[in-house]
């Protein structure tokens, strides 16, 4: 069988599934670099420097995140706002969706000790996400963006509150969102 060559397209999964399982504290260019197979030299041929590839690696993680969610999530739109946060809630509340969270409060993290890349990578992130729950929300909403808005801060606070073992709190906090 042939060697299927080297492309940032077949890069960006064997990057991606790597950081998934490691963790961003083990994204160097050598341990991405072995872990996809090649040389560092060539990331840095492929991607152009190392905050590219980060770059490139999480907005990658992001679609797989959103790919993920589409697959969990009911077919068709939410009922109401408060139903599609119930739902996020609980689709990733399961096992599979725990390495994206621990990505995710690394990427936080590095926010907070502003890091541009992380920054630049969380807003892109959170503009998918929010792109997401619009298509989600049901279709009547009367301010689908304003709603998005609503939802995705609910859920990244719930998310928070869960990570720091006070996930009830968050449960607690959906009777705040719209029913109707």
């Known amino acids: 069988m042939a060697k299927q060559p080297l492309s940032r397209e077949t890069l960006l999964p064997k990057l991606a599934a790597h950081v998934l399982a490691e963790g961003l504290n083990d994204a160097s260019l050598r341990p991405l670099a072995k872990a996809a197979g090649t040389s560092d030299r060539m990331l840095v041929y492929h991607f152009g420097n190392k905050q590219a590839l980060l770059a490139d690696v999480l907005a990658h993680l992001a679609e797989m995140f959103a790919a993920a969610l589409d697959t969990a999530f009911p077919a068709g739109r939410a009922s109401s706002r408060r139903a599609c946060a119930e739902t996020v809630l609980e689709v990733t509340g399961r096992p599979e969706f725990a390495p994206f969270f621990r990505i995710w409060w690394d990427i936080v993290g590095g926010c907070a000790r502003g890091n ?27 301010d689908p963006h304003a709603g998005a808005r609503e939802v995705l801060t609910f859920i990244e606070g719930a998310q928070m509150l869960q990570a720091v073992g006070r996930g009830a709190i968050g449960k607690d906090g959906l009777s705040g969102l719209q029913s109707e």
């Open 116 to 142: 541009e890349a992380y920054l630049t990578a969380a807003g892109a992130i959170m503009d998918r996400l929010l792109e997401w729950v619009v298509d989600h929300l049901p279709a009547s909403d009367p």
